[in-house]
């Protein structure tokens, strides 16, 4: 009886850890996907703050440089679904400065993505 349930507790806590978790940060136009290890970006609205200073699917987020909030000091890929969201939206007078990697043809690249602050509401 103890095995069993450990079996399951452990299993339970397995599938909760292994599941990526998306977010949509719609005030910006774009969604990540965090699996624990990386947090990559899955999706960019055409038209929007986003995709106008040039973040595209398929770019790997390193970390975010600002704005620097208590709850995101470790790896973002680590934040829950509900903190990585907050960490993602800027204020508006704060721009948000993510780290990314591109993987290019060739090699990846290292670049800063810098958002200006919007009016979240």
């Known amino acids: 009886m103890f095995l069993a349930f450990m079996t399951s507790a452990l299993t339970s806590a397995w599938l909760l850890t292994a599941a990526p978790v998306f977010v949509t940060v719609e005030p910006l136009g774009f969604t990540v996907r965090s699996d624990g290890e990386k947090v990559t970006v899955t999706r960019v609205k055409r038209g929007s703050v986003a995709a106008r200073v040039g973040l595209e699917?398929?770019?790997?987020?390193?970390?975010?440089?600002?704005?620097?909030?208590?709850?995101?000091?470790?790896?973002?890929?680590?934040?829950?679904?509900?903190?990585?969201?907050?960490?993602?939206?800027?204020?508006?007078?704060?721009?948000?400065?993510?780290?990314?990697?591109?993987?290019?043809?060739?090699?990846?690249?290292a670049r800063t993505v810098e958002i200006m602050g919007v009016d979240t509401g």
């Open 57 to 109: 699917p398929g770019m790997r987020i390193e970390r975010i440089d600002a704005p620097r909030r208590r709850f995101a000091r470790g790896p973002i890929a680590k934040l829950s679904q509900v903190d990585l969201h907050d960490a993602l939206i800027p204020t508006w007078d704060e721009p948000l400065l993510l780290q990314v990697w591109a993987d290019t043809a060739d090699h990846g690249a």
